[in-house]
């Protein structure tokens, strides 16, 4: 079986930290990977809060996911803290990506959690259709 293959970025400008509960484990004892896409949306919501925008006013626009690609690099397990990296890039006419490396730090250094890149689409809801990417926050996508 082929695997999505994902690339660490060489930089990500935003760190925060989250702890695996309890509820977000799986049948096999450790984080699911449909919580691991809401530990992903917590860290976002964060990383727009850095900038002072949120999902609904994002310099000017509202976001909508269009995409969401994860590759496991190890496990996660209640109680364990874990950091998220956060950049964005690949602007477009009307989107951008977000690059997560999720990894577990530890006295021997960080163990590998995860990769995870989600396109955002810049989204009207009022109207339901897609608007332009704000210059401020293409801005951002190139720093």
Same mark, same amino acid.
């Given at each position: /079986? ?9 930089? %990500?400008? +935003? ?20 919580? /691991? ?21 994002? =310099?000017?626009?509202?976001?909508? /996911? &269009?995409?969401?690609?994860?590759? %496991?690099?190890?496990?996660? +397990? ?5 950091? +998220? ?5 690949? =602007? ?16 021997? &250094? ?34």
């Amino acid at each position: /079986m082929a695997r999505l293959k994902l690339t660490p970025r060489p930089v %990500y400008g +935003f760190r925060t930290e989250l702890t695996v509960r309890t509820t977000d484990l799986n049948y096999g004892g450790h984080l699911g990977n449909d919580r /691991m896409l809401s530990l992903v949306q917590e860290a976002r919501v964060a990383w727009l809060a850095s900038h002072r925008w949120s999902e609904l006013d994002c =310099a000017g626009t509202s976001l909508i /996911m &269009g995409d969401a690609a994860l590759v %496991y690099q190890g496990e996660a +397990f209640a109680g364990d803290r874990l950091l +998220f990296e956060v950049g964005a890039g690949d =602007a477009t006419r009307s989107g951008f990506r977000l690059f997560f490396r999720v990894t577990r730090p530890g006295p021997g &250094g960080p163990a590998p959690v995860a990769l995870v890149e989600v396109g955002l689409v810049c989204f009207d809801y009022d109207k339901r259709r897609i608007t332009a990417l704000p210059t401020e926050l293409a801005a951002v996508c190139h720093e």
